[in-house]
């Protein structure tokens, strides 16, 4: 991405618009790799090995405070947004919001254009007080298949018949 490289081909005009009026962390790492231990670590301030949530059915440890219980205790409202199913009740992660929903747990429509509307509204509800909003949204997410027009920018050619397989990508 251009903000970590000037000289990228990759497009994203979007981010790369954010990351002038952002913060860039140019050493930031993720403690894990795959989401539930990734956001229980940024949630928790925790790594994986004392948050507990590693595995496919792990739930978050008790002892685990969210970032949510502590804002909550200190006044703020607290809102999440995920449409990510191991980020759910069901593993924990409902700790402290005042508002919590799941998009895929609890079968809303999971694009991100829904997700930010929803979170949006409950924003603009409580933005005459202190507010602490967790947006996680799920469209680039595997398996993802791009629109022609985006594969396109990158490769020109119209059947791309290359080893990765946007259907396979888990695999």
Known sequence: LRPFNPRSRVRTP?????ATESAVFLAAQSAENW???AVASVLTGLFPSSHGAKESESRLSDDALLLSEHLSANG???GSFIANGYVSDRFGFDQGWDHYTNFIRENKNTD???VFA???DWIEANKDRRFFAYVQTIDPHVPYDPPSEY???YDPREGYDGPVSPRRTPE
Not at 14 to 18: G, I, S, T, V
Request: net charge positive; hydrophobic share 40%.
């Open 112 to 114: 991100a254009s829904n």
């Open 118 to 120: 929803e979170a949006g």
């Open 35 to 37: 989401t539930k231990p």
């Open 151 to 153: 594969r396109r920018m």
């Open 14 to 18: 979007r981010l790369d618009a954010l």
């Open 76 to 78: 703020f409202a607290t």
